[in-house]
């Protein structure tokens, strides 16, 4: 009997999808992207994480090389800097074509990142593979965990 009541025809909600794409349009650069922790548009995506041993962050730059990212540290605050070209268009029809979306990236970026206390800067390392760099701070001896003899009394 109220079976018809739970059925939605997806007609009712295409307003709705247009009226958040036009938003999103008009408004580019407020709010989050999907569940992200970041503004819409922010470069690169970061993964940072936490071993006993140290923090490591993950920084997904696809198309850039290892001289197109420049990475310091500086009181607890990794920066990463660099600079994202557009690729140039092959020919001179392929230029004057008009986007209907534009998603990728151009220009200057910088990304800042707050760390733990406790981390020895002067070990950092970082290393790139694939449009994938690693960053690698270890944290000092005396942070680290340790672990404790139990003996017997």
């Given at each position: 009997m109220f079976g018809d009541l739970w059925r939605f025809d997806?007609?009712?909600?295409?307003?709705?999808?247009?009226?958040?794409?036009?938003?999103?349009?008009?408004?580019?650069?407020?709010?989050?992207?999907?569940?992200?922790?970041?503004?819409?548009?922010?470069?690169?995506?970061?993964?940072?994480?936490?071993?006993d041993d140290a923090i490591r962050v993950y920084v997904f730059a696809p198309g850039l090389t290892a001289s197109d990212l420049d990475v310091s540290v500086q009181n607890n605050v990794l920066t990463l800097r660099?600079?994202?070209?557009?690729?140039?268009?092959?020919?001179?029809?392929?230029?004057?074509?008009?986007?209907?979306?534009?998603?990728?990236?151009?220009?200057?970026?910088?990304?800042?990142i707050a760390l733990p206390d406790g981390l020895d800067a002067d070990r950092a390392e970082a290393r790139f593979h694939n449009g994938v760099f690693e960053v690698l701070l270890p944290k000092r001896e005396e942070l680290k965990p340790r672990r404790i003899e139990i003996k017997a009394a």
């Open positions: 997806t007609d009712q909600f295409q307003g709705l999808d247009w009226f958040r794409q036009m938003m999103d349009e008009f408004f580019p650069e407020t709010g989050a992207a999907d569940i992200r922790s970041v503004p819409r548009g922010s470069f690169p995506m970061i993964n940072v994480g936490s071993t660099g600079k994202r070209e557009v690729p140039t268009p092959k020919s001179e029809s392929e230029e004057r074509r008009p986007y209907f979306r534009r998603e990728r990236f151009s220009g200057e970026f910088a990304r800042s």
